[in-house]
């Protein structure tokens, strides 16, 4: 199944009066990037939910938010440093007299100091809490992949009307290049005074231009290597998976066919349809830009 790089995807989980969310965003970007942000104290679990996230996501920049809710009472403890007090206390007394200021230095005086009091949050049991956070991760991405596929399909079917526009193009330059030869001949037939004898055509001499002619405008080669292309573009498109690199590379060798073909055609038709191609071809590429 054929996968938009756009998306957006959502999990909760929760476990010892904690909630887990985790937020999932996903952009067009030519390889694989997570980044994600988390509570400090969650940190060290980063690596296991980056995998769980590339496991299911093959191209395109993800960034992840998880965010941590407390659902119950929150228990933390308070440490003295007393020797930090201590040295406040005599730094105080030792700037009392130094300057000749009287009077007692409070309690209240010393609390509110930098360090003294050290609130410090109880450690978190990582192992107790991933179950949570895993079930979180694999919600968001199970969500994201599910928006992604829905768009996918959306972009397949552009791209596969895409594919018959230019199959029909393909078809019709083809179809052309024989008619092309014989205008050639017609013109020859008509302009080239040059190539008369005694009032009659040197027709010998006339084949031989028509037939060089010929082969440096056959296209033939290039139309059926067009055509494989487009062939090979509709079997990604159906079997899925991630292609978007592929069609990437077959759209740049489409591109190097239809630039061959205009070289070779010298006939305002068959430059026309070539023109058609290529704008159809641009549409296609940026199409593809989006595409897992």
Known sequence: MIKSMTGYGRGEGSTCNKKFTLELRAVNHRYNEVVLRLPRSLVPLEDRIRRIISARVARGRIDGYLSLEECGEKTASVKVDKALASAYYKAMK????????????K???LVTLPGVLIVEE??????????????????AVASLVQMRAFEGEELAKDLLNRVEHLARLNNTIRDRSPVVVEDYRER??????????DGSLDMERLTGEVVLFAERSNITEETVRLESHLNQVRNCLLTGESVGRKLDFLIQEMNREIN???SKASDLEISRLVVEVKSELEKLREQVQNIE
Do not use: C, H, M, Y
């Open 188 to 197: 020859l037939q008509n302009r080239l005074s040059d190539f008369l004898k």
């Open 94 to 105: 030792e700037l009392q007299e130094s300057v000749g200021i009287e009077g007692k230095i």
């Open 107 to 109: 309690l209240k005086q």
């Open 260 to 262: 061959t073909i205009a």
């Open 122 to 139: 109880p450690a978190e049991d990582l192992d107790l809490l991933w179950p949570a956070i895993q079930e979180a991760a694999e919600g």
